[in-house]
């Protein structure tokens, strides 16, 4: 199923100049709505008052007629930094509002794709498992680290192991997992995958050891962060989108996590 897709993945981006690289693409656009592919490390929306580039910030400038006309642009599915993939943006207030209702209503369907370490016992799985903040029950050094504990929000996520896969001239084995998340908690599906022992590859949080997050936000990338997590960011993508009743997206992977399989 993958083989063929990551192919044209990769002659894809042989073609592709450089430069274009960490550029968002657009999938769809209507009157009220567009569907955008996001790249991994560019930010949905500013963090920090640093001046750095985000898709709200380059969505603003595209649109810049409609807002000048009333619109907006409301972000419905937030993306983590590192995440790539489809996002839902809707260009006026009317649009938000609807989206909002349907997301609430589990009437836009969400797919992943996720690279996570080992290979699953199992084919399919249910994790129904809530979700806190950890800092809130426990010390934890890293302030938006979550973890699944009684008192937390419901979280549940439905997933599906696609392929299995070992490295060539490396005895680690690893899966391409489909995740469908049934509610939209910080993390789910890295918090989830982990708790089963099966963490995203290039995850510094829920990965190997949450310390290497802090080294890496020290240091900045090094060679021996890249011998420990292998990937610079976390392979999770956000594959699907789909709006009950009328319209479907889907994105292949990304040429990193396409050459990593």
């Known amino acids: 199923m993958f083989l063929s ?16 690289a960490h550029d968002f693409s657009i999938v769809a656009e209507r009157d009220d709505f567009l569907v955008v592919e996001k790249p991994p490390f560019l930010l949905v929306h500013p963090s920090k008052p640093n ?20 619109g907006q ?4 599915n937030r993306l983590d930094r590192e995440t790539s993939g489809l996002v839902l943006v809707a260009k006026n207030a009317a649009a938000a509002r609807r989206f909002g209702l349907l997301m609430q209503e589990q009437r836009i369907a ?36 979550q973890a699944i504990h009684p008192t937390g929000a419901p979280a549940r996520t439905g997933l599906t192991v696609e392929s299995r896969f070992s490295r060539h001239g490396n005895g680690d084995r690893f899966s391409i997992i489909r995740a469908v998340p049934q509610t939209g908690r910080t993390h789910q599906i890295r918090v989830h995958l982990a708790s089963l022992g099966h963490p995203i590859v290039g995850d510094k949080i829920y990965g ?5 997050y802090l080294e890496f936000i020290e240091t900045g990338w090094t060679a021996e962060l890249e011998r420990r997590l292998l990937l610079p960011r976390h ?5 699907l989108l789909e709006i009950e009743g009328e319209e479907r997206w889907t994105s292949p992977l990304p040429v990193d996590l396409a050459s990593f399989l």
Do not use: C, M
């Open 208 to 212: 190997p050891d949450e310390n290497l």
């Open 51 to 70: 001046g750095a580039r985000t898709l709200w910030g380059e969505l603003k400038h595209l649109l810049a007629f409609e807002i000048a006309n009333g």
């Open 5 to 20: 897709e990551i192919k044209e993945v990769l002659s894809a981006a042989s073609a592709r100049r450089a430069n274009d």
């Open 73 to 76: 642009v409301s972000i419905v």
């Open 235 to 239: 392979a999770l993508h956000s594959a």
């Open 110 to 145: 969400k797919e992943y794709l996720a690279i996570a370490w080992g290979w699953p016992e199992w084919d399919r799985k249910i994790v129904d498992a809530p979700l806190a903040r950890q800092g809130i029950h426990a010390r934890s050094p890293i302030w938006l680290k």
